[in-house]
């Protein structure tokens, strides 16, 4: 949800908006607090809400045949919206487990279940899965945290917000797509013991 030297990993990655560059030493931390494994806490983390946008007007005078279409219509909307948002769900699919590796050349996300992705820390744009899923996805830096952005050719955007806070890592994902708002998705997940090592 949730990404060659250090030298080339700050010239190379996205632009960062003008915030300070990471020095070697910040950089090897935020790796080492992303990198292990992860369980997910159901009850810290806060479900997603998307609204279709209302049609402004249904040009009827019957009430019942106005109601009629407004339900069509809805129907139709969500359909569509379901379409749309198909890529991005098949990314999000709030894995239960969760295991990064992170360093100056890649970051692997392996979540459970779901599509495990090997992204270069470079920013280059990665199909995920391979073979056209239409799905492709960055790794880029969100201030002085890391994020993946995701475009699907159907017009749906996401990007996803990593962060340790307190020793927990979340993750924030926020879906973009036309004619619908969402709120933020936010996953918690606390260090999996049994993982050994944290920053392995």
Request: hydrophobic share 40%.
């Given at each position: 949800?949730?990404?060659?030297?250090?030298?080339?990993?700050?010239?190379?990655?996205?632009?960062r908006?003008?915030?300070?560059?990471?020095?070697?030493?910040?950089?090897?931390?935020?790796?080492a607090?992303?990198?292990?494994?992860w369980?997910?806490?159901?009850?810290?983390?806060?479900?997603?809400?998307?609204?279709?946008?209302?049609?402004?007007?249904?040009?009827?005078?019957?009430?019942?045949?106005?109601?009629?279409?407004?339900?069509?219509?809805?129907?139709?909307?969500a359909?569509?919206?379901?379409?749309?948002?198909?890529?991005?769900?098949?990314?999000?699919?709030?894995?239960?487990?969760?295991?990064?590796?992170?360093?100056?050349?890649?970051l692997?996300?392996?979540?459970?279940?779901?599509?495990?992705?090997?992204l270069?820390?470079?920013?280059?744009?990665?199909?995920?899965?391979?073979g056209?899923?239409?799905?492709?996805?960055?790794?880029?830096?969100?201030?002085?945290?890391?994020?993946?952005?995701?475009?699907?050719?159907?017009?749906?955007?996401?990007?996803?917000?990593?962060?340790?806070?307190?020793?927990?890592?979340?993750?924030?994902i926020?879906?973009?797509?036309?004619?619908?708002?969402?709120?933020?998705?936010?996953?918690?997940?606390?260090?999996?013991?049994?993982d050994g090592?944290?920053?392995c």
């Amino acid at each position: 949800m949730l990404l060659a030297g250090l030298t080339a990993l700050v010239a190379a990655c996205a632009s960062r908006g003008g915030a300070p560059r990471l020095t070697g030493a910040e950089a090897e931390a935020l790796f080492a607090d992303l990198t292990g494994a992860w369980v997910l806490d159901e009850s810290s983390s806060i479900n997603a809400k998307i609204k279709l946008q209302p049609e402004t007007e249904i040009p009827f005078e019957n009430v019942e045949q106005a109601r009629q279409e407004a339900v069509r219509r809805g129907e139709e909307e969500a359909q569509r919206l379901k379409a749309v948002l198909e890529p991005i769900f098949k990314v999000f699919q709030r894995p239960s487990m969760l295991t990064l590796r992170v360093d100056e050349e890649k970051l692997l996300f392996v979540p459970t279940p779901g599509h495990s992705m090997e992204l270069p820390m470079n920013g280059e744009w990665i199909e995920q899965p391979p073979g056209g899923q239409s799905l492709r996805t960055r790794v880029y830096w969100d201030g002085e945290r890391l994020a993946l952005e995701h475009r699907a050719s159907s017009g749906a955007r996401a990007h996803s917000v990593l962060e340790v806070v307190d020793g927990r890592l979340q993750i924030t994902i926020m879906i973009r797509v036309r004619r619908a708002s969402a709120s933020p998705l936010v996953l918690v997940y606390d260090r999996d013991e049994a993982d050994g090592v944290a920053g392995c």
